[in-house]
Each structure stands twice: as C-alpha cells, then as structure tokens.
C-alpha cells in the first residue's frame, strides 16, 4: 500500500519535472526567435541612414520628435524580430517613400546623369579655353602678309605722292 | 602705317556649345521655379477636381468588407478627407468631434470619413484610434502620396469634397467644435 503510494508520488513528480521541461523549452525558443533587445547604437546605426519627412534636415538618430521616436522604436522592434538592415529600410522606403533614405537608392540613373553632366561640362570647359587660347588664323595671315610683301597699290601711290613733291 | 581691317572670325565658345549652356541654365532655373511656385502654392484650392487615390485599410477599419478604398468609388457622396497622425497632439483636439460627426452622418448613407494617417506607425496609430473610440475608414498614407497630391502643410488638414469630385473647403489646423465640421457638411447635401 506504501509502496504504491510512494510510486504514484514518484509518477505524478516526474510528469511535473516533464511538463516543466517542456514550458522551460518552449519560453526559451521564443526567447531565441525574438533575440536579445537590440542596442541604442544598433538603432541607431539604420536610424542615421533615415531622414523623417515631418523634420526636414534631421537625421533620424538625432531627431527629437515624438514621431522620430516612434520611428525609432519601430526600427527596434524589426530588429529583434531578426529583421535585416536592408529588410529595414526597404519597409520605410514601402511605407513613407523614396525621401526618407539619406543616401538615394543604387540605381545606374542616379550615378550616370550626374557623371555625364560633369563630362560634359568638362568637355565644353575645355574646348572653350582651347579657342580662346589659339591665335585667330585670319589675324595672323594678315599680319604675315603686311610684313612679308607691302601692298602693292599702297606702294604706288606712295611713289606718286613723292613725284608730286 | 596702313593696317587692313580683314573681319576676322569671332573668337570663343562655339555655337552649339552656347546653345548647351544656354539651353542647361535655362532648364535649371525653370526646375528652381517650379519648385518655387510649388512651395509657395499651398495646398490644393477649393474648386479643384480631386484625382482618385487608393488608401488601403487598417484591419478593423474596411469599408464593406474591402480593404482599400478608392476615391473615385465614393462620387455621388460628400467625402471628408482627414489627415492626422498619432504624435499629432493638435489632432486630439478634433478627434472626438470628427467621431461624433462620422456616427450623426453616417446614418445618411451620403457622406463618408477618410482618415489618412500621416507618416505614422501602425501599433502607435491603433492605440490612437482605440483612445478616441474611431470607427471610421482609416489606413496609412503609403509612401506619402496622398500627401503630397494634396500638398498639405501638416496635420491635422481636413479637405470636403462634395458629390461631384470637387474640393469645396480645407480646414487648416483642428476643428474648433463639432459645429465647424457640420457648417461645412450641411451645404453639400443640400
């Protein structure tokens, strides 16, 4: 009698010692999925990246706002959910659009217009002092000529103004 | 002595060169310009046939079981177009009202409540419309466009546009009562 009494003591401690394994197992792969509770500077590393459209000129790391601070907690709470930097700022970029990035998106047009602007630019720049430098053609063939040959009809009529004296 | 005056060819930028520059400066002030005129525009004037937007819906806050919302869905009714935002404190000042005038209008069947939720965070933007115990169509402003079509200056705006797809009056800042909002309603359904 005893004994039967000593192993159902045993049988219901071991089912207990089970079920709170189990519970102990489960919390903690919850706590493993959600991660540790990311660092201000982790934070803050992606909120410097952003600009909030309501504070123009302030970078989201340092804006003061109550809106800036709701951005921020959000970027907190995606990074626990394991979310990545770029998963990050494309969520911003879907939902308050393109102008929040600091920096604009890698796009070939973005880069590419600017350098031809600049080539071009260059390239008109350089031109434009390669004419002002060169001496007019015209100019000089004239010169070349007065010095190389005088007019002929200038020196004639010299020669009759020396008669008439 | 005697210098002959041949013309010479003028010296400098070619033509097509100038035409460059000048075509470049040209567009570059028109771009300064316009942005400018945009600037000092404001916001859309009454008068101006609204374009239809799409909002999508917070999940609660579906009109007939549909998930987004189109304006150009809604003619043949008074829309009142709302812009608020949760870290919006003057937005608080007008909630109740606008609430209070959704369920006294609602009834009709001929005028419906858009609340555009202005760059904003949906956990903040529920608590917000959980507080003042809103019910009608609200969603996010996606990527700011809705915005920037109406041009607005900040929150809370307002803007009624009547059974024809015309904005007939903004509301700057918050409703001071209840009466102000329905000053504006009462014409448009008469």
């Known amino acids: 009698m005893c004994q039967q009494k000593f192993l159902r003591v045993t049988y219901y401690k071991l089912l207990l010692g089970a079920i709170a394994a189990l519970a102990l197992s489960f919390l903690s792969s919850v706590a493993l999925a959600q991660g540790p509770t990311p660092t201000d500077d982790e934070v803050n590393r992606i909120a410097k990246q952003l600009y909030c459209p309501v504070c123009e000129s302030t970078p989201l790391d340092a804006c003061p706002t109550e809106a800036c601070r709701q951005w921020r907690d959000l970027i907190r709470t995606m990074l626990a959910e394991g979310k990545s930097e770029a998963e990050i700022k494309q969520y911003f970029v879907d939902h308050y659009g393109v102008r929040v990035l600091a920096e604009p998106p890698n796009r070939l047009a973005t880069y590419l217009i600017p350098a031809i602007a600049i080539l071009l630019g260059a390239l008109l720049l350089f031109r434009g002092f390669q004419m002002w430098m060169k001496p007019s053609k015209a100019r000089v063939a004239v010169k070349t000529a007065q010095t190389s040959a005088p007019d002929p009809y200038v020196a004639r009529l010299e020669e009759e103004l020396k008669k008439q004296k | ?190």
């Open chain 2, 1 to 190: 002595m005697t210098e002959t005056s041949i013309p010479a060819p003028r010296r400098g930028v070619p033509l097509w060169a100038q035409i460059i520059i000048w075509v470049f400066l040209v567009g570059l002030l028109v771009i300064v310009a316009l942005g400018l005129q945009r600037r000092q525009q404001g916001t859309v004037q009454p008068g101006q046939v609204i374009d239809n937007f799409s909002l999508p819906l917070y999940n609660g806050y579906e009109v007939d079981g549909k998930s987004d919302i189109h304006l150009a869905d809604l003619r043949g009714k008074v829309v009142v177009i709302n812009f608020w935002a949760s870290w919006c404190k003057p937005c608080e000042q007008e909630a109740a009202e606008l609430q209070q005038a959704w369920t006294e209008y609602d009834p009709t069947g001929q005028v419906v409540f858009l609340g555009v939720d202005y760059v904003d965070t949906e956990p903040e933007a529920r608590v917000y419309l959980k507080k003042f115990g809103i019910t009608y169509a609200n969603g996010p402003d996606l990527a700011t466009r809705i915005s920037q079509y109406f041009r607005i200056k900040g929150v809370p705006e307002t803007y009624f546009v009547d059974q024809d797809g015309v904005l007939r009056y903004v509301q700057i800042g918050p409703f001071p009562s209840i009466e102000a909002i329905r000053a504006q309603i009462d014409p448009l359904l008469e």
